[in-house]
């Protein structure tokens, strides 16, 4: 048994019973990033010592004790580096745990390394970082999704056992997609974004990624709850997610959005999630045609207001207080200028430029606050359907994993791919991705996603059903051929 492929219940059971120590499990997984990770460059830091102490001092009563979680290099780990794949936060060490990294600690789980990713999350390929793009494990010359990749390539590969993505627009669902592992992102204000650092403050929610819905279950259970320090954290209670897994879908209803089949999908994602939807009426649910008439201008709206919020949040970067300054710099404005300059990436600069665009004065009513409406208006289309159905079945992404390279020319072919999952964000609910099938004939197999979308803090719903649809089906028992 290799312990880095383990699901977390295992690895609890055995250590409980004293059959393993955490350290085992670190020294599996550490043996992993030893052999897999120059090819595959999901990590792009992490002190095994550190964490091998950690281990040493777990309570392995509590319900996440021992067990390690890799971390996207955006959610801050005191003492650790933070850069967000960033030239501009080279040399940052973060100064306080993010709460979600508190609430691990408190779960008894051990942070461990920083895992790769688009630079400040902008990309869903994660050709966007200043260490080079991860490799999809399925197939090394593809992209493993972005912005969450190092996370979703980490976890399939056995290099982690769970990990932490941020979500804007789909940075945890599609690349668990694309690397065939399981993606949530939780309804905005479930969990806590004091120590995440801000991409589109609106947007962003932290969540799991791991290999088994029950894994995502247990650790959105040990992320979740309020947070004074986020003014966006909501005062609700967090329910036993994993005790609540087996239900079944009896009984309940799935909506299927008429607009969420487009022409230009790749055949076999249409295919394998068709089956999927077919499944779950097998297995006794009832399906119901909706509409999300606005989900067409989702792409639209969210690449005006997600640049326009980055714009402000990344303001704070000019060489003054963290990471990288310019060393020539003449005066204060030319330090800031060029410390942006040389520290920010192309995509980066883009999404600064055109956010700072659509606030200037005079542009400001025609494009953000437009954004602003149509986004009401996607909410609107949720909150219809959700009168008719429980939870609503899309495919996570129109495509599997494409070539790295193959859209790095044509950012608005790669904006394109985001267009099954911005609407949940951009309305506020969650959503939770988990492999359905792989594509078919000649060269790599790929993993394909079913992405289940739910109502308003209503993580359980969706849980229950992925994990019935999960346990019913032979997806998740599938592993890279590494
Ligand atoms: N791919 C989207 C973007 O580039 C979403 C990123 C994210 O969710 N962080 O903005």
Redo the contacts with the bound molecule.
Sequence with gaps: MNLALEPISTLRARLRGREICPRDILAAIRERVEELNLALNAYVHHDWDAAMAEADRADLSLPLGGIPVAIKDVISVRGQPCTCGSRILQGHVALYDATVIGNLRRSGAIPVGRLNM?EF????SNENSFYGPCRNPWDTSRAPG??SGGSAAAVAAGLAVAALG??????IR?PAAFCGCVGLKPTYGRVSRYGLVA?ASSLDQIGPLTRTVEDAAIVLGAISGHDPADCTSVDTGVPDFAASLGGGVRGLRFGVPKEYFIPGMDPAVERAVRAAIDHLAHEGAEIVEISLPHTEHAIAS?YII?PAEASSNLARFDGVRYGHRAKDATDVIDCYAKTRQQGFGKEVKRRILLGTYVLSSGYYDAYYLRAQKVRTLMRRDFERAFETCDAILTPTAPSPAFKLGEKLDDPIS??L??VFT?AV?MAGICGISLPCGFTGGAGARLPIGLQIIGKPFDEATILRVAHHYEQTTPWHRERPPL
């Design positions: 688009d999350a902008m990309g869903s972005g912005s941020s979500d804007t627009g789909g940075s599609q991409f969210y997600a790669m904006y791919g985001d911005i964000n």
